[in-house]
């Protein structure tokens, strides 16, 4: 008998996870709050102004090796926004890889990449500092960006979508396709 009580019991922890709720699949959190960034070029961006729209959030950096990945952001915006889609670039330097001010950071893409994405100044993505909306995104769904262009799809009524690491392409059918969906279908 005491070597049974010894052995985990895959039995009980199952029930367990069956009566905690506990399925695998992660439930879609809707926002408590609206949440606002301060715009780079001044000014406010709310998300609660783009409600009932898909919206791509996506953390990004000048000096990262995924940095080209604007092209493919101001592409999928300028496919999509006419049907609904928002692309939102935050720059962040959390891990040092952005320029030094908001001011270098919009010259930057304007020049290189000629964006015309709505974009935030430079936000605290993660850790202690992080913006509410990346605290909520953690506290709801646990995701924490890795590293520069993780990108997080918040579907029309607020609630996150999907979640994607930097290696996932913004015209890759894992984001579009669910995009298209929310979009009826695009």
């Not at 890795?146 to 918040?154: D, E, M, V």
């Not at 579009?176 to 279908?185: H, N, V």
Request: negative net charge.
């Amino acid at each position: 008998m005491l070597t049974i009580l010894r052995k985990p019991n895959v039995f009980l922890l199952l029930g367990v996870l069956i009566l905690t709720g506990w399925g695998g699949v992660p439930q879609r959190v809707e926002a408590a709050e609206p949440f606002v960034f301060e715009a780079i070029e001044g000014g406010t961006l709310s998300l609660e102004e783009w409600r009932g729209r898909p919206i791509l959030v996506v953390n990004t950096a000048s000096r990262c090796g995924f940095t080209p990945q604007y092209d493919e952001l101001q592409a999928l915006q300028d496919r999509y926004s006419a049907l609904g889609l928002v692309v939102l670039a935050v720059p962040s330097n959390d891990f040092r890889q952005e320029l030094a001010s908001e001011a270098d950071v919009k010259e930057f893409c304007e020049t290189n990449f000629n964006l015309t994405l709505p974009m935030t100044e430079i936000t605290h993505v993660k850790g202690p500092e992080a913006h509410p909306f990346y605290r909520w995104v953690q506290a709801s769904t646990g995701f924490v960006p890795g590293w520069n262009f993780n990108k997080i799809l918040l579907a029309p009524d607020g609630s996150v979508a999907g979640t994607f690491g930097s290696t996932v392409k913004p015209l890759a059918g894992k984001i579009t396709t669910p995009i298209e969906a929310m979009l009826g279908g695009s």
